[in-house]
C-alpha cells in the first residue's frame, strides 16, 4: 500500500519560511505527478503547486515567486520551501501522488502537516 508522509510544518511568524518534505513508501518509484495542497480553516482544500517526474512544475497564482516546489525521484519525495508566509498562509497542507499501481492509476494523499503563521 502506498503511504504518503508530509513533515516540516510548524508555527512561524509572518514574513519567514518553511520547508515542508513528503516522502512516499510501498512503491518502488512514483511514476506520475506530485503535488501540495492545502485546506485553510472553513475552506475548502486548493491546489499549491505539483511537479512531474519529469521536473515541470505547476503553481497557482498565490505560491508563484513565494513557493517551490521540487522533487528527489530517487527518494520518492517531493519537498515545498516557502518563503515570504503570510497568515493567509495558515493550514493544513497535504501531499499528493498519482500512482500506476497494476496498470492503473490511482491517487493517494498524506494525512497533512499543519503550517501556522503568526502576524
Known amino acids: 500500500q502506498v503511504q504518503l508522509v508530509e513533515s516540516g510544518g510548524g508555527l512561524v511568524q509572518a514574513g519567514g519560511s518553511l520547508r515542508l518534505s513528503c516522502a512516499a513508501s510501498g512503491v518502488s518509484f512514483v511514476s506520475g505527478a506530485m503535488g501540495w495542497y492545502r485546506q485553510a480553516p472553513g475552506k475548502q482544500r486548493e491546489l499549491v503547486a505539483t511537479i512531474t517526474r519529469d521536473g515541470i512544475t505547476n503553481y497557482v497564482d498565490f505560491a508563484k515567486g513565494r513557493f517551490a516546489i521540487s522533487r528527489d525521484n530517487g527518494k520518492n519525495t517531493i519537498y515545498l520551501q516557502m518563503n515570504s508566509l503570510r497568515s493567509e498562509d495558515t493550514g493544513i497542507y497535504y501531499c499528493?501522488?498519482?500512482?500506476?499501481?497494476?496498470?492503473?492509476?490511482?491517487?493517494?494523499w498524506g494525512q497533512g502537516t499543519q503550517v501556522t503563521v503568526s502576524s
Open positions: 499528493n501522488a498519482d500512482v500506476l499501481v497494476v496498470g492503473m492509476w490511482r491517487q493517494f
